[in-house]
DNA sequence: TTTGAAACTTAGAAGCGATGAT
DNA sequence: ATCATCGCTTCTAAGTTTCAAA
């Protein structure tokens, strides 16, 4: 099929382009016309394009056609013209590292996009224009049909469109990016004396730090310390240190950065050292008892067969394995292995319904199982062992400083879990070598040696960039990093780039939504495009939203949303569905600005619901725009922004309201505040398993309160009639009725009389080792009868709206106060776990909230640290722990 | 321009170990 | 002490942004 002109043929029209000239027309006047807001909107016209959450309707995207199928990996190599020749791609090093040659799997090489020009040859009157159409009739780039200027010139006269203002470039030219260099061996940054490399002071912002018990952690000031900060806590330090062992000596550098200033800048180090990368080890063949079964038959594979059907294997439990993608890639690319290295007893395996995994799984289950019964001894030993073996990789030397590194494993081999909708998911996903391996590391430091046979692929020095290592992995060309640990200086000091960039947003978000909203009446097409979708950004924290290729998960973000995505409800309302990062859905009814109603109602005219809904509008323009706002300003700093300020906000809401509550009182604030945040972000997370479970079990516990308040009442009205009239006793208790009453009783009858049963038994064995006679039956039998008896009574009771109780009306009335209360307090706590089920706080905590928020916050309030941040975290943000109680983001 | 490589951040799932209930 | 739960860590996929090459 290779790039079937058939495909071309079923539906090409230049798709995505809406080819009526949706607003450009000419793009002049039409589009001025149109862009007209007077203009009615007949409701009629709105487009409700209702799909349900996880399977957007995308038939047009395979008009990929441009793009060199995927699917044709059985195609002869190469034939194609179309076809990047795979052997000249292929890295050597993928190869037969695992015993699986890359050739033999990866049909293409790089998933390279082919693509060709579509002249479009509709709406002649459109703007000059080579749409490129793509996917889902949408192209790579989005089917605008124009081009930014065209509409300037013809959309209405005036209104310049902003389009080109140069933006305030800085002519500081960094240091070429390392795109050339890393060829090899770069030739060293040229002296650049230029280069905004001012770290002089840096080097020694260095403090040695021992390790106390008590949580304090400063001691003796390395000499060349350069600042005062923190002088009392050393003194302190210093003391304590003083009494205590030195044994302990274990004195970490600790790097101050944050109080040096520099940094900024492109050369990342000025010497670097390390060890390399850990390979995961070799691929071990399974005992000769355990083999898979084919069309009920034992087969006996060689070990580059086993190993990848033992990637199989190992999932047959998981979703994963229920899905035909991902079934149909993994066989695919496992029968290319098999012809390479076929079974020794001749098996012919054609059918993945004949293929039993089942007896690897068990294996690996009783393997799992034997490995966690080991001993707590022995299980320590390994771990010991193993972290020994590692050691040397998990840090590096960093202009001298020790820091540590972070994914210093090498991804082993396995099964791509791509998600969702992932094309690709469930193919091979090759070993890595050395072969594989470029290194990054300093000039004069030495080179490590592999620990595996093998030789690093290259070695450069490129001390523009942060990562130590690198490769290209199989499934989608793209690049893999090993690069500094999240505690690391370098992270560190970016991560406070990216907060104070977004504070710095604050200084000028006033003036830009100024402007985005004027310009949501631009006469302009592209700008008020933009406009509209920067109130998107800005107020729902919408992601960028690049265009996506064929060979990917069709997910979208603001750019890239289509008209199927949005639905418009009169009289403001737009409800938002889509896939998002990792396909997530997001879905959000949001009442917004008339004008963005009536503007997305204009863009959404004409058009089909697979064409892009902000055709004139792509990540970079827009990006390019939003940096001649603010220096700097992209879209992805109004997610950073508006999470912070939000928090900040949130928190601020509730600080006097906090002033005397328990702790307890104080994390749940900050949790809210989290949650809202993270809702805002969208950030989502599978529910616990066990929460269905655990949610019926609080509301039997709800009920049961219910229920014991029910029987105060009836208590109360018991003693006076007179209550019953009270609204405050009043029936409060419609979850529970009589059928769920007499179960309830029956099991706690049913528990009582176990209670006793124990009761008697504890009490007898006591009095026996005290040298006591012990009860005899009849005891217990009395109990059990006074049990009985009681609930019979309460049987007896139901329904009457009477009920026994030793305590006085006015003890009654405080017990009724005290359980509605407790009652309330529960029923929030259910809600707000029901709620927060399918909420992931962590994420927004990692990456959008500014650390220094919590840190000031923990500080106002006086709570730990360590009860909001994990341990990693607080490592990862040592910068921003030292903020004091009235910082503010 | 447009495309895509490169480099880095952000993301949820899986794995794992601590902790609390029984 | 054992088991289930839960939260943290690890893993690696999937984004964004920038810039050079075509």
Redesign the pocket.
């Known amino acids: 099929m290779s790039t079937d002109s058939a495909m071309l043929s079923d539906d090409n029209r230049p798709a995505t382009s809406s080819p009526n000239g949706h607003a450009n027309g000419k793009n002049g006047t039409s589009a001025t016309e149109q862009l007209s807001d007077e203009e009615e909107i007949p409701l009629s016209q709105v487009t409700r394009t209702p799909y349900s959450s996880a399977q957007p309707p995308r038939q047009k995207r395979k008009r990929a056609v441009y793009y060199e199928s995927s699917s044709e990996d059985d195609t002869p190599l190469a034939s194609s013209p179309l076809k990047p020749s795979s052997d000249a791609v292929t890295k050597p090093g993928a190869i037969n590292a695992t015993t699986v040659p890359a050739s033999l799997v990866n049909g293409k090489g790089?998933g390279?996009?082919?693509?060709e020009?579509y002249t479009e040859c509709e709406t002649p009157d459109d703007a000059p224009s080579?749409a490129?159409v793509n996917a889902n009739g949408r192209?790579?780039?989005p089917a605008r049909k124009k081009?930014k200027?065209d509409d300037d010139d013809d959309d209405d006269e005036a209104v310049s469109d902003s389009g080109?203002s140069t933006p305030p470039t800085k002519k500081k030219r960094?240091v070429?990016?390392?795109?050339?260099?890393?060829e090899q061996s770069e030739p060293e940054p040229e002296s650049e004396d230029d280069a905004p490399v001012k770290k002089p002071s840096i080097q020694r912002a260095t403090k040695k730090v021992k390790k106390e018990d008590g949580g304090g952690a400063t001691s003796e000031v390395d000499a060349s310390k350069p600042k005062k900060r923190g002088t009392k806590k050393e003194k302190e330090g210093k003391e304590k240190g003083k009494g205590k062992n030195k044994k302990e000596e274990e004195e970490e550098e600790v790097f101050r950065w944050w109080e040096v200033g520099g940094g900024d800048g492109s050369v990342?180090w000025k010497t670097l050292e390390h060890n390399g990368v850990i390979f995961p080890p070799p691929y071990e063949p399974l005992p000769l008892d355990v083999k898979m079964k084919y069309d009920g038959k034992e087969v006996d594979l060689p070990p580059a067969s086993e190993e990848v059907a033992s990637f199989y294997a190992a999932m047959i439990e998981?979703?994963?394995a229920q899905d035909a993608t991902f079934n149909k890639n993994f066989f695919d690319d496992w029968k290319k292995v098999l012809k390479a290295n076929p079974p020794l007893n001749g098996t012919n395996i054609v059918s993945f319904e004949l293929c039993d995994f089942s007896p690897m799984f068990q294996h690996f289950e009783t393997e799992k199982a034997k490995k966690k019964s080991l001993p707590a001894a022995e299980k320590k030993e390994l771990?010991k062992a193993r972290d020994d073996m590692e050691a040397k990789y998990t840090t590096c030397l960093l202009d001298g400083r020790k820091e540590k590194v972070?994914?210093f494993?090498v991804?082993?081999p396995?099964l791509?879990?791509?998600?969702?909708e992932?094309p690709k998911?469930g193919a091979l996903?090759f070993r890595v070598r050395p072969e594989d391996i470029t290194l990054n590391i300093g000039k004069d430091a030495p080179i490590p040696v592999p620990n595996m046979p093998g030789k690093w692929k290259a070695i450069q020095h490129?001390n523009?960039?942060?990562?130590l290592a690198?490769w290209?992995?199989n499934?989608?060309?793209?690049?893999?990093?090993v690069?500094l640990a999240a505690g690391s200086s370098l992270?560190g000091q970016?991560?406070m780039l990216?907060f104070e960039k977004a504070r710095e947003l604050k200084n000028h978000v006033d003036r830009i939504r100024q402007n985005y909203n004027t310009d949501l009446r631009s006469k302009v097409m592209a700008d008020r495009q933009r406009a509209t979708a920067m109130y998107f950004i800005d107020k729902l924290a919408l992601?960028?939203?690049?265009e996506?290729?064929e060979d990917?998960?069709d997910?979208v973000?603001?750019c890239s949303l289509r008209c199927e995505h949005l639905t418009l409800e009169s009289p403001n309302t737009i409800v938002f569905d889509f896939?998002?990062?990792?396909?997530?859905r997001y879905y959000n009814q949001v009442p917004v600005d008339p004008q963005v109603f009536k503007n997305i109602r204009i863009f959404k005219e004409n058009k089909e619901d697979e064409d892009a809904l902000f055709d004139r509008v792509n990540?970079?323009s827009?990006?390019k725009h939003l940096?001649s706002e603010m220096k700097?300003l992209?879209?992805?700093?109004f997610?950073?922004y508006n999470a912070s300020i939000t928090f900040q906000k949130l928190l601020d809401e509730k600080e006097e309201e906090l002033k005397n509550a328990t702790l307890q009182e104080k994390l749940n604030a900050y949790n809210h505040a989290n949650r809202l945040v993270a809702i805002l972000?969208?950030?989502?997370?599978?529910a616990?398993k066990?929460?269905d479970?655990?949610m019926e079990k609080m509301r039997y516990k709800y009920r049961s309160l219910k229920y014991e308040r029910m029987k105060m009442r009836h208590a109360l009205f018991a003693l006076d009639d007179s209550y019953k009239s009270d609204d405050k006793y009043a029936d409060d208790e419609s979850e529970i009725d009589d059928d769920w009453i007499t179960t309830h009783e029956e099991s706690m009858r049913g528990k009582d009389m176990e209670k006793a049963e124990k009761k008697f038994e504890k009490d007898n064995e006591k009095l026996i080792e005290d040298g006591k006679e012990p009860h005899g039956q009849s005891v217990l039998d009395s109990k059990i009868k006074a049990i009985k008896d009681e609930y019979k009574r309460l049987a007896k009771e139901r329904g009457t709206k009477k009920a026994k109780s030793n305590k006085t009306a006015e003890k009654l009335e405080e017990a009724i106060e005290k359980l509605g209360q407790r009652i309330k307090a529960f029923k929030l706590q259910m809600v707000d776990r029901d709620a927060g089920k399918e909420v992931?706080l962590?994420?927004?905590k990692?990456?959008?909230l500014d650390p220094r928020i919590t840190a000031a916050w923990c500080k106002t309030h006086d709570v730990p640290i360590e009860k909001l941040f994990?341990?990693?975290?607080v490592t990862k943000f040592p910068w921003a722990l030292e903020a004091d109680a009235y910082w503010k983001f």
């Open positions: 790089k390279k996009a082919v693509k020009e080579k490129k192209s790579k780039r081009a200027h080109d960094a070429p990016r390392k795109r050339k260099a890393k990342k998981t979703d994963h771990k972070g994914n494993r991804e082993p396995g791509f879990r791509g998600r969702g992932h998911k996903k490129d523009t960039v942060t990562w690198n290209t992995e499934i989608n060309n793209s690049h893999k990093y690069f992270k970016s991560d990216k992601r960028a939203g690049n996506k290729g990917e998960a997910t973000g603001c896939l998002g990062k990792d396909s997530i990540t970079s827009l990006n940096t700097g992209t879209a992805k700093v997610r950073t972000c969208n950030h989502q997370r599978a616990p066990t929460h479970q655990s992931a962590g994420t927004s990692i990456n959008y994990s341990k990693t975290l």
